[in-house]
C-alpha cells in the first residue's frame, strides 16, 4: 500500500511504501514545540520504504531522551516534514497530518504522558500509555 505525505505548498512530498513500523502520539516538551500544539502525532515508516521529493532544510536539536534528533522543514512555507532519531536513522517520522488520508491511520502509542495537558484524553482501540 502506498501512502503519500505532502506540505501545503506542496513543494516536499513523501512517499511510504507498505504498514507503518508505528503511529503513535507524543507528549514531550519537543514535540509540542515542533507541532505547535498540545501534543504531535506522527507515522514512522523504515527509512527504506520511503522516497521523497523537493529538498528541506534541517534542524538538530536534543529530545528530552537526551539522543539527537535531526527535524526536516520545507525551506517555502517552514512546516516541518518529517524527522529521526540519532538513536535509530533508519527510521522516519513524519506527521500523521501531512498525509493525504490521515485517517487511515489510528495511533497504537501515547507517549511521554507526564507531560500531557490535564484537559487532553487520548482515547481509541488498544492504545498503550506510557510515561
Keep these: 500500500m502506498r501512502k503519500v505525505a505532502r506540505r501545503q505548498c506542496g513543494h516536499v512530498c513523501f512517499e511510504c511504501e507498505g504498514d507503518p513500523l ?13 507541532s ?3 501534543f504531535a502525532a506522527q507515522v514512522r515508516f523504515s527509512g527504506k520504504n520511503v522516497t521523497s521529493k523537493g529538498t528541506w532544510h534541517e534542524f538538530v536539536r536534543v529530545a ?3 539522543a539527537n534528533v535531526l527535524q526536516q522543514f520545507c525551506p517555502r512555507c517552514g512546516t516541518g516534514v518529517s524527522y529521526h532519531s540519532a538513536n535509530a536513522p533508519e527510521i522516519v517520522a513524519i506527521p500523521l497530518g501531512l498525509f493525504e488520508d490521515p485517517y487511515t491511520f489510528e495511533p497504537a502509542f501515547s507517549v511521554y504522558e507526564h507531560r500531557r495537558h490535564p484537559w487532553l484524553a487520548v482515547t481509541g482501540n488498544n492504545i498503550e500509555h506510557q510515561d
Excluded: E, Y
Aim: charged share 25%; hydrophobic share 20%.
Design 22 to 34: 508505528r503511529v503513535s502520539v507524543c507528549h514531550c516538551l519537543d514535540c509540542q514545540r515542533r
Design 64 to 66: 528530552d531522551s537526551g
Design 36 to 38: 505547535g500544539s498540545a
